[in-house]
């Protein structure tokens, strides 16, 4: 449910004058003990695909920090440090925590690419690129042309870094799409920030 | 669930989940709350936009750092001391009289921590996340920062590592403020892009 970019009915933004930054208790120490468990190295490649994969109407009534709280349970069991036994013990009741992970393991990163294949300047297509696994691919820009507009570093791909005990690293981008080729119609151009895997050549493309 | 023990929805309080879990954490050693608190203090009361006022009125002051700033935001930063988790890889994008920038990350909550503190609500929010990229001349207006045309609105969806941070345009009429000064009039949400100053 978090791949929210363009869609519709969500209806205002609510914005909370003098927003503290913890509402309260219970949300600190939920930040708290996500950050620990983090600091530790215990979540590595879980905590967002965790958040991800939290029931959609679970997810859209749910404040922020039960989403990393909820993560946090779901990828300390999901890792071996805790059990779901452990957590109905202790809370005495069934532990809600994320669905499982549908995508497979993966056994090998595939190879480390570190220099830019794309120019500035250069015309690009993101690939339809609809994994069941975890991806930062916003699904509003798949399929659509855009224009690269800076060079960022060499990143680990996140869509085997969240399935496999190795990384692959990769260049990433910001590219440039204009409002009409994402809503069909005028409007203002959105840039968005992708890794190379997620990109395709105008020539490679079979729409051009 | 396939799984036998995986629980969906919850239907227990969020207190007390946290309080479960907590627990749990501290008698396998994975939580120390008396370690960890000074990180959460950190963040709840020494970093925030305070921090990214000051990148902004140097900027205003200060020709050379401006140009630093742009071409290399997270060392031009670092230069007034402000680096750290979610902001390695900063880019400052500068707003002109025909050019207006606002940041969103429409995946999560994508933020630059060391100068902004922790996100809002509302920036971590499905309305501003499924809006600002589909409509922002609407969604800028509706949050009080009308952008009229021909001004091009660019947005930024903060989608992998880089985190933005917005340099507003300096006010009119500020030209006798001291750098301190330029600092109490940058907001936090003029360096997202949702207020202008």
């Known amino acids: 449910m978090h791949d929210l970019g363009g869609m519709q009915g969500f209806g205002p933004v609510e914005v909370e004058p003098e ?29 967002r695909h965790a958040i991800e994969r939290m029931d959609p109407t679970w997810y859209l009534e749910s404040p922020y920090y039960e989403h990393w709280l909820t993560a946090t349970a779901t990828g300390l069991v999901e890792g071996g440090f805790i059990t779901q036994a452990e957590l109905d013990e202790r809370l005495g009741a069934p532990y ?46 798949q399929g659509k042309p855009g224009v690269v507009v800076r060079l960022d570093g060499v990143f680990s791909l996140p869509d085997v870094e969240y399935h496999c005990d190795a990384i692959r690293l990769e260049p990433t981008y910001s590219v440039r799409f204009e409002a009409v080729d994402l809503w069909g119609a005028a409007g203002d151009p959105v840039h968005v920030d992708l890794w190379e895997s997620y990109l395709q050549s105008r020539e490679e493309s079979v729409h051009g | 669930m396939d799984d036998g023990h995986h629980h969906p929805l919850p239907s227990t309080p969020v207190e007390d989940r946290v309080a479960a ?79 207006h920038n606002v940041v969103v990350c429409t995946l999560c909550s994508c933020y630059p921590w060391p100068v902004l503190g922790l996100p809002p609500n509302w920036y971590k929010s499905p309305p501003y996340r499924s809006r600002m990229v589909r409509e ?37 009429g500020s030209g006798g403020l001291s750098e301190d000064e330029l600092a109490g009039l940058v907001t936090r949400d003029a360096m997202i892009g949702v207020a202008h100053l």
């Not at chain 2, 947005?155 to 006010?171: N, T």
């Open chain 2, 21 to 99: 879990l907590e627990s749990l954490l501290v008698e396998k050693g994975i939580l120390n709350p008396a370690a960890i608190d000074a990180v959460v203090e950190h963040y709840e009361h020494a970093v925030g936009p305070m921090n990214g006022a000051k990148v902004v009125a140097r900027a205003w002051v200060d020709e050379a750092y401006r140009e630093r700033l742009l071409t290399d935001a997270t060392a031009a930063i670092a230069e007034l001391g402000f680096s750290g988790p979610e902001g390695d890889h900063m880019v400052v994008v500068e707003n002109t009289p025909v050019v």
């Open chain 2, 136 to 172: 922002p001349r609407v969604l800028l207006s509706e949050m009080g920062c009308p952008v009229p045309e021909p001004s091009e609105i660019r947005v930024w969806d903060s989608s992998a590592e880089i985190r933005y941070l917005v340099l507003p345009m300096r006010p009119e």
């Open chain 1, 96 to 141: 809600p925590v994320a669905r499982p992970v549908r995508a497979p393991r993966l056994d090998d990163p595939g190879p480390s690419v570190e220099i830019h294949r794309y120019r500035i300047g250069e015309a690009v297509r993101v690939r339809e690129w609809h994994p069941v696994g975890h991806t930062r691919a916003p699904r509003y820009v």
């Open chain 1, 19 to 47: 927003e503290p930054v913890f509402h309260s208790d219970w949300e600190r120490r939920a930040y708290r003990l996500t950050v620990s468990a983090l600091l530790a190295g215990h979540l590595n490649g879980r905590f």
